[in-house]
């Protein structure tokens, strides 16, 4: 049966691939034509050009307001100039809290105070720049300084909260520890908040996120014991960007509302911890044993409290306005320039971000380049090209969003599609975006090449059938 079903989808997407003989809105000649100027485009690729800018670019924490970020925008604002693209850098102005005061301490019935380092490894060089690294926090969590009982919510989803009504357990004034996984970060605070909790403590389960995976960093690629994870929790799904300028670009002279008033930050304290930090304080939890699906990969009886287990929860942000340095390249078009086809990719990162976004931004500045190569041979796009390389996108898309609500009307009069990447890595394709490309996309994908020979459109068919 597996076979006659991989034998089936392999006939489907030979009549995908049979049926489209043209290039969509492309004739036989045309197509011909288009096919001959991306072979010239493949011809320019060259990947020793990403591990140079990689190397650059990964080599120092590139936060939203650090050095090295304002840095990397230069140096692909002066590459894309190198290319022939008009290139500028334009700023802006968001709020980007970053902590002062971080403390969790496990105060009943016993002492216990988490580290909330991540420690130096002798087999990773990068790991000494802790001077140079944010700490792990989750921005856009509010102030709070508050003492309570703790109780486990697994993944804090509501369905979570069900089983815990059922078992009769309230959430209303205590502290939640909630892990990783199972729902977007920013809900998890959210709901918890909803619900009465008065902080939050986020922290990666071993059997999600660490040895119940595998081999853990240095000697594989999960999360050791004093490694935790961090992230935004703006309330994303209200709005993303500035939560101070909402509907309206943070220019310099932007009107800010007050914290108070922001709608989209936390309305209690949250904090990422590692499962080391988070063991002691399940430990500590008594009360009724977790349902087997919420026990993780602790060597622990998982409780879900409250009871003699009570938590100390301490968090100071500074809510600072920092720069924002979006990176804008265009080509102009030869015959529609009012008409824009944009390109983005963010540059921020966490800390190092080689992969997140670097993989990314990376093949994004080779495509450029390669665009560029092809202009000086006098061939030019029919419509304007609009390389956009963002800032702040990890604390909440604060780049782009700002920009195109800086830039509204104009966007609204000439942009025609915009097509987004982050990271690259190796696997299935995957995509997400307007219906109305469809198509488009799958005959584009069936003309990538994978590493294994075979087109990225096939490999999706391999990923459902076999």
């Known amino acids: 049966m597996k076979k006659l079903i991989t034998l089936l989808g392999f006939l489907y997407l030979g009549q995908l691939t049979s049926s489209a003989q043209n290039f969509l809105g492309f004739s036989e000649k045309g197509t011909s034509t288009e096919k001959e100027l991306e072979a010239k485009f493949d011809a320019q ?3 020793q050009n990403l591990r140079t800018w990689m190397k650059y670019m990964s080599s120092k924490p590139h936060y939203v307001g650090s050095p090295h970020n304002r840095a990397n925008a230069v140096y692909m604002r002066d590459l894309f100039k190198s290319w022939g693209f008009e290139a500028r850098i334009d700023t802006l102005y968001t709020l980007f809290p970053t902590p002062k005061v971080r403390e969790v301490s496990l105060v009943s019935p016993t002492i216990f105070k988490a580290s909330l380092v991540e420690p130096m490894l002798k087999e990773d060089g990068t790991s ?4 140079d690294h944010l700490p792990t926090y989750n921005c856009f969590s509010a102030d709070g300084d508050v003492t309570a009982e703790l109780v486990y919510v697994n993944f804090g989803r509501p369905d979570d909260y069900d089983v815990l009504e059922k078992m009769g357990v309230n959430v209303k004034g205590k502290i939640v520890i909630v892990r990783y996984g199972g729902s977007w970060r920013g809900l998890k605070p959210k709901l918890a908040a909803e619900k009465g909790a008065v902080g939050c403590i986020i922290y990666s389960d071993p059997k999600d996120d660490g040895y119940g995976q595998g081999d853990v960093y240095p000697k594989g690629p999960f999360r050791p014991e004093a490694g935790a994870q961090r992230g935004s929790v703006l309330d994303l ?4 960007g500035d939560p101070l300028t909402p509907g309206y670009g943070d220019t310099k002279d932007a009107k800010r509302l007050d914290i108070k008033d922001a709608t989209t930050i936390m309305t209690i304290p949250v904090l990422p911890i590692s499962y080391g930090d988070a063991l002691p304080l399940l430990k500590a939890l008594d009360g009724r044993v977790a349902p087997e699906s919420w026990r993780g990969g602790l060597p622990i009886a998982y409780h879900v409290g409250p009871g003699a287990a009570k938590v100390h929860l301490k968090l100071q942000f500074d809510f600072k306005v920092e ?3 979006n990176v804008i390249a265009v080509m102009r078009g030869s015959e529609f320039p009012d008409q824009w086809i944009l390109r983005g990719n963010h540059h921020d990162a966490w800390v190092f971000g080689a992969a997140d976004p670097l993989s990314g931004m990376v093949a994004v500045m080779e495509e450029a380049r390669a665009i560029g190569e092809l202009a000086k041979t006098g061939w030019k796009p029919k419509r304007t090209l ?3 390389a963002w800032d702040g996108e990890e604390p909440g898309l604060l780049g782009s969003t700002e920009w195109a ?3 509204r009307a104009e966007l609204q009069k000439k942009a025609v599609a915009y097509l987004n990447s982050d990271g690259n890595g190796r696997g299935f ?17 069936r003309d990538v090449i994978d590493p294994q020979k075979i087109s990225v459109f096939m490999t999706v068919y391999v990923r ?3």
Request: hydrophobic residues 50%; aromatic residues 16%.
């Open 237 to 240: 799904p209200v709005a993303p």
């Open 429 to 445: 394709l995957s995509a997400g975006g307007s219906h109305t490309l469809e198509k488009f996309f799958n005959q584009v994908s």
């Open 45 to 47: 690729l060259n990947a």
């Open 128 to 131: 000494n720049q802790l001077k």
């Open 323 to 325: 720069p924002l340095f």
């Open 386 to 388: 609009v390389f956009c």
């Open 405 to 407: 609500e800086a830039n």
């Open 464 to 466: 459902i059938f076999w």
